[in-house]
């Protein structure tokens, strides 16, 4: 479908004042060469299935995997039937697949080593796309995961998970719904093609995507909430090593949600952290839309989210520059500064891929 003429809407106030407490976020996306982690084995007498290595999809990644994992642990009660449940995480992939478990009737335990606010599934910006992730899976697994993903995030608009769908602008393609576009088509509503986008200073053509915005900060206590509510307890634990777990975890049933903490638990070589800058700027309700161009710009109803960096790395330090940097490119694509260089770090950077082979997506 092509559309010729939109009005512009409102343009982002780009004033960022990277020294306010909470302005600069620094996170790891738990990347996985390959694809993610979703299977089981049996480890000294107990079952454990793995649901880690989801880069920068996991919360698009969330249900359709905890699914699967329901899948998993109700065929092992099938054979060998027990009353309880152990999930190692409490990020997003934890919470869904806890949530999921409930419902198999089993009594369940979360243990983590990080506050709900400091773990990487509360630091995401929130965009609904299979992004900085690999997928080389069955291919049916994976529509799925995507399906189930999907489907159960659009049901819960409007019932107090911090869920909605927002229109997205993009100069160029974003691998992450095409991806989806491609592999099931009529799940994501149609993309259309732009004469320009509507946006002050844009006179190139462009894409318009609807999507999902999923607000972390509104999902994630959302989930811990109820799950506490149904009588699942939070334990305060860091476990040191896979023999550790082994030791101090009960059940026989482990669920192993623990992102970035697997590569060294599980001694897992194909995990390698991509780390991302986000610039949190104060919230603007009048911005009602996702926009991605060379970073992209997120408004939620906290915050307006301004990321999209992949570079290399597990650390968290705070970057402030780079959080300034991310900005003023976007401020630039509206007009709103002279034109900035291009960040080395930034997506569309050709050294960034590097990180990865042809499967990695990078676009948003
Ligand atoms: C900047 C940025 C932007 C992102 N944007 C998006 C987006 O727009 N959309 C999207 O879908 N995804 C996005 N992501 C990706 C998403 O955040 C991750 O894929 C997701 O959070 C992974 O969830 P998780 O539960 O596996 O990991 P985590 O949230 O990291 O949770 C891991 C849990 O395991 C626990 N744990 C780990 N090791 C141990 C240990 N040794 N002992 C005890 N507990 C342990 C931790 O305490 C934590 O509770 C983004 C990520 C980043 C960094």
């Known amino acids: 479908m092509h559309v010729r003429e939109l009005t512009n809407l409102p343009t982002p106030d780009f004033a960022f004042d990277p020294s306010v407490p909470g302005a600069c976020v620094t996170g790891v996306r738990p990347y996985r060469k390959g ?5 089981s084995e049996r480890v000294s007498g107990r079952f454990v299935v793995h649901n ?22 109700r065929q092992f009660l099938a054979t060998s039937p027990q009353t309880e449940a152990a999930v190692l995480g409490a990020g997003v992939m934890g919470l869904t697949a ?11 335990r979360i243990f ?3 506050k709900l606010t400091d773990t990487t599934s509360f ?39 911090g869920v909605c ?10 691998d992450g719904l095409e991806m989806v576009l491609n592999l099931l088509p009529g799940l994501l509503p149609a993309r259309q093609r732009l004469d320009r986008l509507p946006f002050q200073n844009h006179t190139q053509p462009g894409f318009l995507y609807r999507t999902l915005l999923i607000e972390p900060p509104i999902f994630l206590p959302r989930l811990k909430n109820d799950l506490e509510a149904r009588g699942v307890t939070f334990v305060d634990k860091r476990f040191a090593s896979k023999a550790d777990i082994l030791a101090t975890v009960p059940q026989k049933i482990i669920i192993n949600c623990t992102g970035m903490g697997a590569k060294k638990l599980w001694n897992d070589t194909e995990m390698a952290g991509v780390r991302g800058y986000l610039a949190m700027l104060p919230a603007q309700p009048a911005l009602q839309y996702l926009y991605s161009r060379n970073g992209y710009l997120f408004p939620r109803s906290d915050h307006v989210v301004i990321g999209g960096t992949t570079d290399p790395g597990e650390d968290e330090d705070l ?29 569309d950077h050709p050294r960034n891929r590097r990180l990865a082979d042809p499967r990695l997506s990078v676009s948003d």
């Open 319 to 347: 970057n402030p520059a780079k959080c300034k940097e991310l900005v003023d490119v976007l401020a630039a694509a509206f007009g709103r500064l002279a034109q900035v260089p291009m960040p080395v770090d930034h997506i």
């Open 52 to 73: 880690y290595g989801h880069g920068g999809a996991g919360i698009t990644l969330s249900w359709g995997c905890a699914a699967k994992v329901q899948d998993m642990v």
């Open 35 to 39: 694809t993610f982690r979703l299977n």
């Open 98 to 108: 806890a949530t999921m478990l409930l419902d198999l009737g089993l009594k369940i």
């Open 112 to 114: 983590s080593d990080r």
């Open 123 to 161: 630091k995401a910006g929130g965009q609904w796309a299979v992004s900085v992730v690999e997928t080389a899976m069955n291919q049916q697994d994976l529509k799925a995961i995507i399906k189930t993903s999907y489907t159960t995030f659009k049901d819960s608009i409007g019932k107090g998970f």
């Open 165 to 174: 769908e927002r229109p997205n602008y993009c100069p160029k393609p974003a």
